[in-house]
Nanobody, 122 residues
Framework: QVQPVESGGGSVQAGGSLTLLCAAS????????VAWFRQSPGKEREFAAV????????TYADYLHGRGTISRDNAKSTVYLQIDRLKPEDTAVYYC???????????????WGQGTQVTVSS
């Protein structure tokens, strides 16, 4: 089972950009589906974006449309999530997860990373 490992989080001012990385530790993603979710304090974990490692097909949560770009580099076994025009409400722990179904449903993902903190100040 692939173990995702996130990095790239940090503190940024509103309006800035960050690129989050999700690496397949010790393996490749193979033909997995890789998704990003996020969780703010006191809130449930919510879907952000998902990509098929094989086809490159992707989809986004409404709040990321026009601001988020999910991509993959299969040679590096890494999936990226770039978020532009960051807002304070984007502050959350961002998690990478893998699964077998192209889905927005958290229940379809069974291998999770430890998360990376993104903090956006106004």
């Amino acid at each position: 089972q692939v173990q995702p490992v996130e990095s790239g989080g940090g503190s940024v001012q509103a309006g800035g950009s960050l690129t989050l990385l999700c690496a397949a530790s010790g393996h490749t993603f193979g033909d997995s589906i890789v998704a990003w979710f996020r969780q703010s304090p006191g809130k449930e974990r919510e879907f952000a974006a998902v990509i098929s490692v094989t086809s490159g097909s992707s989809t986004y949560a409404d709040y990321l449309h026009g601001r988020g770009t999910i991509s993959r580099d299969n040679a590096k076994s890494t999936v990226y999530l770039q978020i532009d025009r960051l807002k304070p409400e984007d502050t959350a722990v961002y998690y990478c997860a893998t699964g077998r179904v192209f889905s927005r449903d958290i229940r379809d993902f069974d291998s999770w990373g430890q998360g990376t903190q993104v903090t956006v100040s106004s």
